[in-house]
């Protein structure tokens, strides 16, 4: 016998409140039209690989499947209440580092890819620690962060000699920031083992935008953008150096390292303004490699035209401003912070993604957030959408009058 | 107390959450809508300010192209006889890649075979081995060759043999069907340029060029290539990134259109005439250099002819046939100081050599024949009349120079036409000088010595261009007059052989210059015509009258003049001799320019021997005894080719006194009927025996004899029916010859020259001496004027 609604508590009836409609709406849409785009781009590849089987909606139901069954996720999550992910979040990055040192010995993909990515789970398929890692880090950023005033202060003995350089450090906010950057280090430190460099960077991306939001001093920001473009040059020096070659030049290197570029470029290219038409792509003819994953939106472009494309990045645009609409409007700091990192994490997600296929930046795979074919990916980024509608079912109603 | 610790913890919470919110919203600007420009500006760039790029780009990879070749048009002549077709051919291929997998399923079959104990392939194991050998003996290859072109097994495209022979790609076929090498050995259709007349005006037609993408190199090949050529078509079909066919089907045909066929003015007998006459004289007078034979319309300006020597076959143009450029070759391969590469070289020269048409891309001082010109412009000027008297003294000082004429003792006294007829360079002198420079040269420009013809034939030579002729200002000036007296009789400027018969032309169809052309009508595979050409006038340079005049004239010269060797009984055929100095010793360009009938002009020919070889330096004779001239070798050898030329063209002889009749039937006459007969004939009558009915005659009935001659009819006396020996008359004169042939019954028939004087003498009988004959036949005598000019220009 469920409970009446005077019965519960202010939490619990706050928790049943609506979710944000034009949030869940865009997601739906996004969803629908990710899955329709992995058909379309995905089945001259299945008709023509033996392990797909020769059957051309191999990843097309896959993917269906995988909607249907995250969008379920998506609507179970947003019915939990999000103030447990508090004490669930100290577990998830628990989980999450112990996969990622698992990946290293048990995962696969340094044969396929050079990089040990994923792990299988018998039946279900495959997935990669880092899509948790991030939700992990992004939660417990989130959990701690939003406790950040009301913590209590450690005070030391201000007789302790040490003092002095505490207080200092404290003053400028860097003894509050040292678990942050431990956790931080041994999550990049562990990606890149596998190596994966992209996931690398989303997972600092997400985890600044909640130290950020949150009222991290803005010189940390400055600082350590500064160390990351410090990074990024020594990398440049070595074997990442190509990569920037390429980018500049992609037909200097057709055979390696820009031919996938190159493809994505006449893709996006012949679409024109209108496109080819949905389904009518020439280049996912076994010319783009791997059509249905990293670069679908070059097919995207190609099919639906420039029209096609900037509605889609339209409602990623809507979708992103929507997510940070509910982060302001979030009744606690915690919910704030968790949509902030969510929604943020999704945008540069999005950003690189689209940057990579136009070659607006080098390439690294970064997959496009409901296109890209991945089953375990797409339920992964539907349960966060999931904590997003959560968290917007406890924006307090407007005051009356 | 209370109040103000709420106050204290509050205040930090709410800055935290303004904090939240501001930030937030950077976030929300920055990841919402800034981040979004850079991607849609950059998606703007590529999808439409270069989609045109890209989408070559794509489509280029994304689709196949193969070729659908188009058959290159017919070349006919004017009668339609076709002197370049294209034929099928094929190119036999090999790929190695497939040659393994056909044995790899070979061997497959023979396991299967095995293990089931059924009989295996009836037909040989297609090993290299085999292939080689049997491909090597079937196309004349190199067996060692293929065997190593067959190791390459990763190769998909090995050239075996360009365009085989249809026996030779049959027995290819039919090794691939027997041995089920169809995966493996590929005949791929392609077209090969057949030349059925082989050498027959080459330089005028031209080849196609196998290494440049089957190209015409030269002649009409070269410059109606578009025509010709037609237009490959095209099959695109879209295929996918592994190269093979789409899921969905994408073929776009373009037809191929067949090249257009051309219709030339040539006539291939009289193209062959000219190529015959042309060998013959290189021959006869060692010729060094050539030479060129144009054979026109003068009322049109249809070439009907155009040959050149040296030659070659058009369907082995690389080969070098012409035996003087054999020789050569031949001299320095085996000259033992010569490199390899010095033979390449001159085999490169003398190829070149045979492939240029010398007539249009060469210049050359076009000597005596020019005088038709400037006898032409005198007459329509008025500054001469045929009642002018011109003395030669055999030299005529000129600015210091002395310039001599042919004849060193002088001509003396000459009206106009013996002054033509002698070609003699004093009287033309006079000549250009009563024309006057201004008006020499207007003429010059006038009959098209300056600047191009126009005409539709690759290379022609500009001569208006470096200094070949002189320029107005400078022929018109004060330094003019050695020109214009050297121009006089055609010295000392350089035209092109078809500028000069081009301008002769005018001269003598009735003043109008007429735009050579050698491609008459262009017709499509179809047949319908989509280009014919009309002759074109460019301008009329003299009255009709006074080209009249000017053929009686130049007729003139073949008839007893230096062009007397070039008569042909029966024809009236008009001419101009030259021998053209070049600047080198002992280097004589000899000439004739002719026409024929002189009355109503049919036919212009210019004929030219280039650099008959003296018996020794400074020799004005041929180890062969042939004097150095154009009236001595281009007329004699111009005559013989107007008179095949009429003949073919079904120009009728006309007879004079002397021309020869046929006898016509007597037998069984009175005497009185027969003798009216025979006189209406031309004939006179001698009898023998006293009966009232003719009971024979000698010559028989039918026969040719010389006008004039006696007809013997035998009264009822036995006819002698014994044979006689023909005399040796080889050498005489035309009065010797005569006598020593009519005291065995035999009649003289004297072609040749008619200018019986002491110096024609008879060249050859067509009757070998002690041959023995019928009585009464005529003896066929070629007599020839053999008289040669002192040392001069022009003759």
Request: aromatic share 10%; proline share 4%; glycine share 10%.
């Given at each position: ?11 619990e009836?706050?928790?049943r ?16 039209i990710?899955?329709i785009?992995?058909?379309?781009a995905?089945?001259?590849t299945a008709?023509y690989s ?5 059957n051309?909606t191999y ?8 909607a249907?069954?995250?969008l379920?996720v ?28 698992l990946v ?6 340094r ?6 990515r994923?792990?299988?789970i018998?039946?279900?398929?495959s997935?990669?620690?880092s ?17 950040r005033?009301?913590e209590?202060?450690r005070?030391l003995?201000?007789?302790?000699y ?11 906010g ?20 596998e ?7 989303l997972?600092m991306?997400?985890a600044?935008?909640?130290?950020f939001?949150a ?13 990351l ?5 020594l990398m ?7 990569r ?7 037909w200097?290197?057709?055979k390696?390292g ?6 994505s470029?006449?893709?996006?290219g012949?679409?024109?303004l209108?496109?080819?038409g949905?389904?009518k ?16 939106f070059?097919?995207v ?6 029209v096609g494309?900037?509605v ?13 609409w509910?982060a302001i ?7 704030a912070l968790?949509v ?8 540069v ?10 070659n607006l ?20 980024q539907l ?16 005051k009356?009058? | 107390?209370?109040h103000g ?5 509050q205040?930090p ?18 990841f919402?809508?800034v981040?979004f ?10 999808q ?32 339609g ?5 294209s ?8 790929s190695p890649?497939?040659?393994?997998e056909?044995?790899e ?9 095995e293990?089931?104990?059924k ?8 090993t290299?081995?085999?292939i ?14 293929i065997?190593?072109?067959l190791?390459?097994t990763?190769?998909?495209y ?12 049959d ?24 030349y ?5 005006a ?15 190199a ?13 237009e490959?078509?095209?099959v ?9 066919e ?33 060998e ?12 060129f034979?144009?054979?026109m319309d003068?009322?049109t300006g249809a070439?009907l ?6 030659t ?16 050569y070759l031949?001299?320095v391969e085996n000259d ?20 240029r048409?010398k ?6 001082e ?13 007459l329509e000027e ?5 009642s002018d008297?011109?003395?030669c003294s055999g ?21 106009l ?10 009287a033309?002198?006079a ?10 040269y207007d003429?010059l420009e006038?009959?098209?010595?300056i ?6 034939m ?13 320029d ?24 092109t052989p078809i ?5 002769a032309?005018a ?7 007429m735009?050579p ?9 179809e047949g ?8 074109t006038e ?18 003139g010269?073949?008839d ?7 008569r ?31 009355d ?9 021997y ?10 004005n004779?041929?180890s062969?005894?042939w004097y ?6 281009a ?11 009429l003949?073919?063209m079904g ?8 021309a ?24 006179t ?13 000698i ?20 006819m002698p029916?014994?044979?006689v ?6 050498g ?5 010859a ?5 005291s065995v019954?035999l ?9 019986y004087?002491?110096?024609t003498?008879a ?15 005529a ?8 008289s ?6 022009g003759?």
């Open positions: 016998m469920p409970k009446l609604k005077r019965d519960l508590t202010m939490e009836q706050l928790a409140g609506p979710v944000d409609m034009p949030f869940l709406m865009l997601v739906v849409l996004l969803t629908g990710g899955v785009m992995v058909f379309s995905s089945y001259a008709f033996k392990s797909s089987g020769y051309p990843y097309f139901v896959r993917q269906a499947l995988f249907v069954a995250g379920a998506m609507y179970i999550t947003s019915k939990i209440n999000y103030q447990s992910l508090r004490w669930m979040s100290v577990f998830v990055l628990g989980i999450s580092i112990i996969l990622l040192v290293l010995p048990f995962g696969y993909g044969t396929t890819v050079g990089a040990q994923w792990i299988a018998p039946l279900v398929g997935f990669q620690p899509e948790i890692a991030k939700l992990g880090v992004i939660l417990y950023f989130s959990a701690r962060l939003s406790k005033n009301t209590k202060q005070r003995n201000p007789r302790s040490l003092s002095g350089v505490a207080g200092l450090l404290d003053r400028i860097l003894l509050e920031l040292v678990p942050y950057v431990v956790i931080l280090g041994i999550i990049a430190f562990l990606m890149m083992k190596p994966h460099m992209s996931g690398t960077i997972i991306a997400g600044a935008a909640v130290l939001a009222g991290i001093k803005l010189y940390w920001f400055i600082g350590g953008a500064a160390g473009c410090g990074l990024l040059v440049m020096s070595g074997y990442q150096s190509k920037i070659l390429v980018w500049k030049d992609p200097a290197y057709p390696d820009g031919y996938q570029i190159i493809q470029l006449y893709a996006i012949s679409g024109g209108l496109g080819l949905l389904g792509s020439r280049q996912k003819f076994l010319y783009l490699p791997e059509p249905e994953n990293d670069f679908i070059a097919i472009c190609e099919e639906l035209g420039l494309a900037a889609v990045l339209i409602l990623f645009a809507l979708l992103i401003i929507r997510g940070y509910i409007h979030a009744r606690d700091r915690f919910g968790l902030v990192g969510i929604t943020t994490l999704l945008a997600q999005v950003f690189l993604n689209i940057a990579v296929v136009t930046l080098p390439t690294t795979g970064i997959s496009l957030p409901f296109f890209s074919y991945g089953g375990t990916a797409l339920m992964i349960l966060e959408m999931g904590i997003v509608l959560s968290v917007s079912r406890q924006i307090p109603a407007p009356q009058g | 107390m209370a610790k709420k106050k204290t913890t205040h919470d709410r800055r935290a959450n303004r904090t939240i919110l501001v930030r937030t919203l950077f976030l929300m600007g920055i919402g809508v981040a420009v850079p991607l849609f500006v950059k998606l703007y760039q590529i439409i300010t270069e989609h045109d790029k890209y989408e070559q780009m794509a489509i280029d990879q994304q689709t196949r192209d193969s070729t659908v070749s188009a058959n290159r048009g017919t070349i006919y002549d004017s009668k006889t076709p002197l370049a077709i034929a099928t051919v094929y190119n036999v291929q090999l890649k497939d040659v393994a056909t044995q399923s070979y061997r497959k079959k023979v396991e299967q075979a293990e089931s104990g009989k295996g392939p009836d037909y040989p194991e297609p290299n081995e085999f080689a050998s049997n491909l090597a003996e079937i196309l004349g290859l190199d067996e060692a060759d065997l190593k072109r190791a390459k990763g190769s998909q090995e050239m075996l043999k360009w365009r085989v022979e249809q026996t030779e790609s027995a290819v076929r039919e090794f691939i069907t027997e041995n089920n090498l169809q995966h493996g050995i590929y005949l791929m259709p392609t077209t090969k340029r057949y059925p007349y082989n050498s027959l080459a330089q005028v037609i031209g080849w196609v060029n196998y290494n440049n993408d089957g190209k015409g030269y002649g009409m090949e070269a410059i109606y290539e578009e025509d010709l050529a037609g490959t078509g095209r695109v079909t879209a295929k996918n990134g592994a190269g093979t789409m899921l969905y089907r994408f073929e776009d045909y373009y037809d191929a259109t067949d090249g257009n066929n051309l219709t030339l003015t040539i006539d291939a007998t009289i193209q062959y005439f000219c190529e015959r006459i042309l013959k004289g290189v021959e006869t007078f060692e010729v060094q250099n050539g030479g034979a144009i054979a003068p009322n070439i002819a155009w040959a050149n020597s040296p070659y076959d058009l369907n082995d143009p690389w080969g070098v046939t012409d035996p003087v450029l054999s020789a031949e001299a033992p100081n010569a490199t390899e590469e010095a033979y390449l070289e001159a085999l490169g020269k003398v190829q070149n050599q045979q492939w048409n007539a249009i891309v060469d210049t050359y076009p000597g005596s024949t020019f005088k038709s010109m400037v006898l032409a412009a005198a008025g500054v001469v009349s045929e008297h011109f003395y030299s005529v000082t000129l600015a210091g120079h002395t310039i001599r004429c042919s004849k060193r003792e002088g001509h003396g006294d000459q009206n036409a013996t002054a033509v007829g002698n070609s003699c360079n004093p033309f002198i000549i250009g000088k009563k024309l006057g420079a201004e008006k020499f003429y006038d009959f098209g010595m600047g191009k013809t126009g005409i539709d690759q290379g022609e030579a500009d001569n208006s261009k470096g200094g070949l002729v002189w107005r200002e400078y022929f018109t000036g004060i330094y003019g007059e050695a020109s214009l007296a050297t121009a006089s009789f055609g010295q000392r400027f350089k035209v500028q000069l018969i081009t301008g032309s001269v003598i169809n009735g003043g109008h210059l735009q052309y050698v491609v008459s009508d262009i017709t499509d595979a319908n015509t989509i280009k014919h050409v009309e002759p460019v301008r009329q340079v003299i009255s009709e009258a006074t080209s009249e005049r000017c053929r009686t004239i130049l007729e010269v073949v007893g003049g230096t062009g007397k060797n070039a042909v009984e029966g024809y009236r055929i008009g001419g101009k001799t030259g021998s053209s100095e070049t600047g080198e010793e002992d280097h004589t360009i000899v000439s004739f320019l002719g026409f024929a009938p002189a109503d002009p049919q036919v212009v020919i210019l004929l030219a280039d650099n008959p070889k003296p018996a020794s330096p400074g020799s004779y041929t062969g005894g150095i001239s154009g009236g001595n070798m007329a004699i050898m111009a005559g013989e080719l107007l008179e095949d030329i003949d073919h120009v009728e002889k006309s007879y004079s006194a002397q020869d009749v046929v006898v016509p039937n007597v037998s069984g006459q009175t005497l009185a009927t027969a003798t009216t007969q025979l006189k209406n004939a031309n004939l009558v001698r009898t023998v025996g006293d009966g009232d009915t003719v009971t024979g005659q010559p028989a009935s039918g026969a040719s004899i010389p006008g004039g001659s006696q007809v013997v009819l035998y009264m009822g006396t036995d029916t014994d044979q020996e023909v005399p040796n008359v080889e005489k004169t035309a009065q010797a005569r006598q020593a042939l009519e019954g009649y003289l028939k004297a072609t040749g020259t008619t200018d004087g002491s110096d003498v060249l050859k009988q067509a009757v070998a001496a002690g041959t023995s004959v019928d009585r009464g036949t003896i066929e005598v070629q007599f020839i004027d053999n040669g000019g002192g040392a001069g220009w003759f």
